[in-house]
């Protein structure tokens, strides 16, 4: 009679399991005894802005307006808190999934993550704006309508200049600002739905849309797209 030879799957399941008795009583009392590391709290995933062409410009609107005026790092902190110190960041001065607000956000981390220009000894920006302190006692405050509107004063006028300053035909630029107030609205839902089971905002009752959004409303008024 012929014998059937173990399947090499079993034969290799076999020696592992081997391997791991053997090992297991040379394992010391406080190594058995620790608990298995967790992993660090995962941050929520944020929206997929960086697919979307309108809110990349919004975000070089952004970066662009922290480079020209050179806004200290001390004051980015201040909106989105020092790296690694806040598990969800963008809900300090931000709408989460707001899609506009994650390009605002970004473009804010971008900046704070600023390397020196080569030969620039040390520079790592071109202007040299002076915040007024109290903005930056705004942007520290516990209350979450001081700091969001202190946010706001810095980059509604950046994302305002940046869109006026585009050079396009009139059906070019109403087809633009309305897939931004398509943006704005979304944006709103994010905002109504995140008041309604986020604690995190909570006290944003005085709230009625993004820093952003309310740049990208003001431009569409002015131009006359938003009828």
Wanted: glycine share 6%.
């Amino acid at each position: 009679m012929s014998r059937t030879r173990p399947h090499r799957s079993h034969v290799l399941a076999a020696l592992l399991a081997a391997a791991v008795l053997a090992i297991a009583p040379f394992r010391t009392d406080a190594t058995a005894d620790e608990p298995t590391p967790k992993d660090p709290p995962a941050i929520s995933p944020t929206s997929e802005w960086y697919k979307d062409a309108d809110c990349r410009l919004v975000f070089h609107a952004v970066l662009e307006g922290l480079y020209a005026d050179g806004v200290p790092t001390d004051v980015v902190d201040l909106v989105i808190g020092k790296p690694a110190t806040l598990a969800e960041p963008v809900k300090r001065c931000f709408v989460f999934r707001c899609d506009l607000c994650h390009a605002v956000y970004e473009a804010f981390a971008v900046y704070q993550r600023r390397p020196a220009f080569n030969g620039g000894g040390g520079v790592d920006t071109f202007g040299k704006v002076e915040i007024d302190a109290s903005v930056k006692k705004a942007l520290a405050s516990d209350t979450p309508q001081s700091r969001v509107y202190a946010m706001g004063a810095l980059v509604q006028p950046w994302i305002k200049r940046k869109l006026f300053a585009l050079r396009m035909e009139d059906a070019e630029k109403r087809a633009l600002m309305q897939r931004l107030m398509d943006l704005v609205q979304k944006g709103s839902q994010r905002f109504s739905e995140g008041r309604a089971k986020d604690p995190a905002y909570a006290d944003w009752m005085f709230y009625g849309s993004c820093q952003a959004c309310e740049a990208v409303k003001t431009v569409s008024e002015a131009m006359g797209t938003n009828k």
